[in-house]
């Protein structure tokens, strides 16, 4: 509880009920200023006037400005302007950036290095909104992932996969190929 915490209201319960059952001081770096925001800025029903979450980050301005034209990207920055929501995203993200060992920030760290503390938290805050979009209206709780895979991994994965679908579209057995059946 810091000095800025609001006095006299249980902030924990009333985002909980206000989000119908979400938690979402769940997510590392989401800070009572972030609900607080959320909730004043959008309404009980503000989720609900965007079909995706890419409408929602774009309505932020946290999603890029692709500027297409035959077909080669020209442009693909984020655009100019802000509300108080991305102000708190991007606060949000900042603090992210400060933690260590978890998911968002290892995400932040990676965007981090290739293109710069502020591409990071902007990248991070429009990862960020897209978490609190499909948790609110899909109404699933967060649950980061607990081991980040590899691109190394990520390919053995994908080479098994393919090799179980080969198996199985030519209809082959285990001991024509010569794989020890237990």
């Avoid at 004043?40 to 034209?69: D, V």
Wanted: cysteine-free; overall charge positive.
């Amino acid at each position: 509880m810091t000095k800025n915490t609001v006095r006299g209201i249980d902030l924990n319960q009333a985002s909980y009920q206000y989000f119908g059952g979400i938690d979402l001081l769940k997510i590392e770096g989401v800070s009572y200023a972030t609900i607080l925001t959320i909730m004043s800025e959008l309404g009980p029903e503000g989720f609900s006037s965007f079909e995706t979450a890419k409408q929602f980050t774009s309505w932020m301005r946290l999603a890029p400005n692709n500027k297409i034209s035959g077909g080669r990207i020209l442009s693909h920055k984020v655009p100019k302007g802000s509300n108080r929501l991305k102000k708190a995203f991007r606060q949000a993200a900042n603090a992210i950036g400060n933690l260590k060992d978890t998911h968002l920030s290892d995400f932040f760290r990676r965007v981090s290095y290739r293109k710069g503390h502020q591409a990071a938290v902007s990248a991070t805050a429009r990862k960020l909104a897209v978490i609190v979009w499909n948790m609110v209206t899909k109404k699933v709780q967060y649950s980061p992932p607990v081991e980040y895979m590899f691109l190394d991994e990520k390919r053995k994965l994908k080479l098994v996969q393919r090799i179980r679908k080969n198996i199985i579209k030519f209809d082959i057995q285990p001991n024509e190929i010569g794989f020890a059946t237990t």
